[in-house]
């Protein structure tokens, strides 16, 4: 069992930053994603990371403007949001897997370990 518990949600204005952190033991073992669900919308990819680091992804709305990364040594890894738009208004998600592949790295059913997520609200 890996027990992931995220960090970093919170208000912030258009245009703002966040930063979200995933946190658990033996992370550094796992390649990891972020996903997010707003009010009455399905969850959906954001971005996800290779447990070596070799490879990241990201959804196309995020990209340019998220970067995801991790620590091993501190067993976390990190999703910074900057120029942050309404729609990015959403409980995110961080989930992790032993084995992740490139057919499916952006399906919620790929990643065995979820955590119990963090609101970010961006306000105009």
């Known amino acids: 069992q890996v027990d992931l518990v995220e960090s970093g949600g919170g208000v912030v204005q258009t245009g703002g930053s966040l930063r979200l952190s995933c946190a658990a033991s033996g992370l550094s073992n796992l390649s990891v994603g972020w996903f997010r669900q707003a009010p009455g919308k399905e969850r959906e990819f954001v971005a996800c990371i290779t447990r070596n680091s070799v490879a990241t992804n990201y959804a196309d709305s995020v990209k340019g403007r998220f970067t995801i990364s991790r620590d091993n040594a501190k067993n976390t890894v990190n999703l910074q949001m900057n120029e942050l738009k309404a729609d990015d208004t959403a409980v995110y998600y961080c989930?992790?897997?032993?084995?992740?592949?490139?057919?499916?790295?952006?399906?919620?059913?790929?990643?065995?370990?979820w955590g119990q997520g963090t609101q970010v609200t961006v306000s105009s």
């Open positions: 989930a992790a897997v032993f084995s992740l592949y490139s057919r499916n790295w952006n399906q919620a059913s790929a990643y065995a370990y």
